[in-house]
């Protein structure tokens, strides 16, 4: 009787085994393809590697409730998401900077116009030489290489005139011998 219970037991303890194994492979396998997903979706998330190693070791030790950790920690997009992000933002700002205004009543102008219709600001001018429209600073063509005949509207020739100044200057001359002075002491 002893006997039969022992042989019973073990019977009963080797099937008991085999479930325990079965069981215990396949949650070892959905384990480690958790904590490799884990891993390659923190890669698709984020550069940092220690951000990336670090999700694989919670849902290493934590298993199952670490691995909802991650699903509920995890950065909201991806970094291709983030890039194309990026690159829909930049478009946009793009089209906004790209969008002129007229510098005397804000009203939106278009790149032909040579005067704002609704303050007659003028915003461009004709070269001389070829007629493309150049803005009002520019004294060069940049389509013909035509130097502009200056005029009034030409208002940005002062520091070429101050650096003209300085040279037919003596101060100039006083600045030098200063600096040698102070080398020489
Ligand atoms: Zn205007
Ligand atoms: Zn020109």
Same mark, same amino acid.
């Given at each position: 009787?002893?006997?039969?219970?022992?042989?019973?037991?073990?019977?009963?303890?080797?099937?008991?085994?085999?479930?325990?194994?079965?069981?215990?492979?396949?949650?070892?396998?959905?384990?480690?393809?958790?904590?490799?997903?884990?891993?390659?979706?923190?890669?698709?998330?984020?550069?940092?590697?220690?951000?990336?190693?670090?999700?694989?070791?919670?849902?290493?030790?934590?298993?199952?409730?670490?691995?909802?950790?991650?699903?509920?920690?995890?950065?909201?997009?991806?970094?291709?998401?983030?890039?194309?992000?990026?690159?829909?933002?930049?478009?946009?700002?793009?089209?906004?900077?790209? *969008? #002129?205004? &007229?510098?005397? $009543?804000?009203?939106?102008?278009?790149?032909? =116009?040579?005067? /704002? +219709?609704? %303050?007659?600001?003028?915003? *461009? #001018?004709? &070269?001389?030489? $070829?007629?493309?429209?150049?803005?009002?600073? =520019?004294?060069? /063509? +940049?389509? %013909?290489?035509?130097?502009?005949?200056?005029?009034?509207?030409?208002?940005?020739?002062?520091?070429?005139?101050?650096?003209?100044?300085?040279?037919?200057?003596?101060?100039?001359?006083?600045?030098?011998?200063?600096?040698?002075?102070?080398?020489?002491?």
């Amino acid at each position: 009787m002893p006997f039969n219970l022992f042989v019973d037991f073990q019977r009963l303890s080797g099937v008991l085994l085999a479930v325990v194994a079965v069981v215990a492979a396949a949650g070892t396998a959905i384990w480690i393809s958790l904590i490799i997903w884990t891993y390659r979706d923190m890669r698709a998330r984020s550069r940092d590697v220690f951000a990336q190693v670090l999700a694989a070791l919670v849902v290493g030790f934590l298993s199952i409730p670490g691995f909802l950790v991650y699903l509920i920690l995890r950065p909201n997009e991806t970094l291709a998401e983030q890039y194309e992000r990026a690159l829909e933002e930049e478009a946009l700002l793009q089209e906004i900077e790209e *969008k #002129k205004v &007229c510098p005397g $009543c804000g009203h939106p102008t278009k790149e032909n =116009w040579r005067l /704002c +219709p609704h %303050c007659h600001t003028k915003l *461009k #001018k004709p &070269c001389e030489n $070829c007629m493309e429209l150049l803005d009002l600073p =520019w004294s060069i /063509c +940049p389509y %013909c290489e035509h130097h502009q005949s200056e005029r009034p509207s030409a208002t940005r020739r002062a520091p070429r005139s101050e650096a003209s100044q300085y040279d037919s200057l003596p101060y100039s001359d006083t600045s030098v011998s200063f600096l040698d002075d102070s080398e020489q002491a």
